[in-house]
């Protein structure tokens, strides 16, 4: 990886206020109706769209509805209904296993607490991150490939991993993190894609990019 030049502080500052401009309304591309149904989308969405888990949720919620009854659900038709996403062996083991620890540890509510979160199989920090912030508009950052791109792109960060990446995003932004993620995370799909991304279109920030190439989280 290139060293990436870092944003000023009077860059950053402007960033900020594009993203918090353009995407004061935006909310994740996951379709859910409670807490629950968040939880799971967002565990499902891990290395797989948003637009795969939409299709795949409805089915799924509607035979098992809430935590009591994904726990005593036969781990086989789980995998069944989750099939077309990515490591679905995995994460129907997981879906299992979050659902009982919700059911015996939490009295079937599922807690807007990072650390009682992360305790749940399957829900590491940016999965409680992504929670918190869709739900509760919590002051947080979470890390995916999008927003790990778009930071290194404009200079924001130049840390190798998701984690340390978040650490700096944090620290420059300090505030509106809810409505930044989002911003970052939607930028990323829609315009400073991976590949072929649109800088000389729709890219309302091209003048603080500091790289040509793109990145990838570890």
């Known amino acids: 990886m290139k060293k990436v030049k870092k944003a000023t502080k009077q860059e950053i500052e402007i960033i900020k206020k594009e993203f918090l401009t353009r995407y004061n309304q935006a909310v ?3 379709t859910y109706t409670n807490l629950y149904e968040l939880l799971v989308a967002v565990m499902l969405s891990a290395q797989c769209t948003d637009k795969r ?3 795949i949720t409805p089915a799924l919620f509607q035979k098992y509805p809430d935590t009591k009854t994904l726990a005593q659900a036969n781990i086989e038709d789980v995998k069944e209904l989750i099939k077309s996403c ?3 062996n995995n994460k129907a083991t997981n879906l299992l296993k979050m659902a009982q620890s ?3 540890n939490f009295e079937g509510q599922i807690p807007l607490d990072e650390a009682k979160l992360v305790s749940l199989a399957g829900v590491g ?5 992504v929670v918190m912030i ?3 508009g919590a002051n947080l950052m979470a890390v995916d490939t999008h927003v790990f791109r778009v930071a290194h792109r404009l200079g924001l960060s130049d840390a190798k991993t998701a984690i340390a990446t978040e650490d700096d995003l ?3 932004f300090k505030t509106d993190l809810h409505v930044l993620h989002q911003a970052m995370v939607l930028f990323g799909r829609y315009i400073c894609k991976s590949k072929n991304p649109d800088c000389n279109g729709e890219c309302f920030l091209r003048d603080f990019c500091k790289s040509k190439e793109g990145f990838k989280a570890n």
């Open 28 to 30: 994740s591309e996951l």
């Open 53 to 55: 888990v939409n299709i």
């Open 86 to 88: 990515s490591f679905f």
């Open 102 to 104: 919700v059911e015996e």
């Open 125 to 129: 920090q940016k999965t409680a991150h």
């Open 134 to 136: 869709e739900y509760a």
């Open 170 to 172: 944090t620290k420059k």
